[in-house]
T-cell receptor, first 117, second 108 residues
Framework: GAVVSQHPSWVICKSGTSVKIECRSL??????MFWYRQFPKQSLMLMAT?????????EQGVEKDKFLINHASLTLSTLTVTSAHPEDSSFYIC?????????????FGPGTRLTVL | SQQGEEDPQALSIQEGENATMNCSYK?????LQWYRQNSGRGLVHLIL?????REKHSGRLRVTLDTSKKSSSLLITASRAADTASYFC????????FGKGTKLTVNP
């Protein structure tokens, strides 16, 4: 199957700093990329959907100025958590799809565990 | 609101037994997908069943879909210790919405 990588796999930062997470589709062109967050023992919650070359669509309740998403190419999307606070500590997972929208199979990255002190 | 709701929340069985997990949802869907997640890792896509399909097989996996009851089931036959993981159903409509998952433990 298609491979999606995330970097870093884990990060610890101080409150107030910004953290950038990269999501790459390694062997296919991802028209659409998705960002999810997952709290311990809970399900994945969609944060935003991004299509290459256009602005991301954020889910209700997700602050777009806090979670900056850039999808500059068909193989790379980045999520920047700005001015991170302890409540932003979570497991962030990206996924990539080969078609527009979410109907098709999504290929998930291994996730990034963010801990904000 | 959350679309998929898995049942049971946790399941513990012995190696060799079958494991059945159920998923219920509330609104119309394009397809339903099952994923597996090992602890602290990303998700692995297992199987996708379209709304006009009733049953699908993949290796030891069997998925059924009943759109009239808005429910799906995932059956893992002849389970192995390596099947220990959390299993999520996800309904695909305008977006992919995940259920809370079933934590499966297969004891050797």
């Amino acid at each position: 199957g298609a491979v999606v990588s995330q970097h870093p796999s884990w990060v610890i930062c101080k409150s107030g700093t910004s953290v950038k997470i990269e999501c790459r589709s390694l062997d296919f062109q991802a028209t659409t990329m998705f960002w999810y967050r997952q709290f311990p023992k809970q399900s994945l919650m969609l944060m935003a959907t991004s299509n290459e070359g256009s602005k991301a669509t954020y889910e209700q309740g997700v602050e777009k100025d806090k979670f900056l998403i850039n999808h500059a190419s068909l193989t790379l999307s980045t999520l920047t958590v700005t001015s991170a606070h302890p409540e932003d500590s979570s497991f962030y997972i990206c996924s990539a799809g080969q078609g527009l929208g979410s109907y098709n199979e999504q290929f998930f990255g291994p996730g990034t565990r963010l801990t904000v002190l | 609101s959350q679309q998929g709701e898995e049942d049971p929340q946790a399941l513990s069985i012995q190696e060799g037994e079958n494991a059945t997990m159920n998923c219920s949802y509330k609104t119309s869907i394009n397809n339903l997908q099952w994923y597996r997640q090992n602890s602290g890792r990303g998700l692995v896509h297992l199987i996708l069943i379209r709304s006009n399909e009733r049953e699908k097989h993949s290796g030891r996996l069997r998925v059924t879909l009943d759109t009239s009851k808005k429910s799906s089931s995932l059956l893992i036959t002849a389970s192995r210790a390596a099947d220990t993981a959390s299993y999520f159903c996800a309904t695909a409509a305008l977006k992919l919405v995940f259920g809370k998952g079933t934590k499966l433990t297969v004891n050797p």
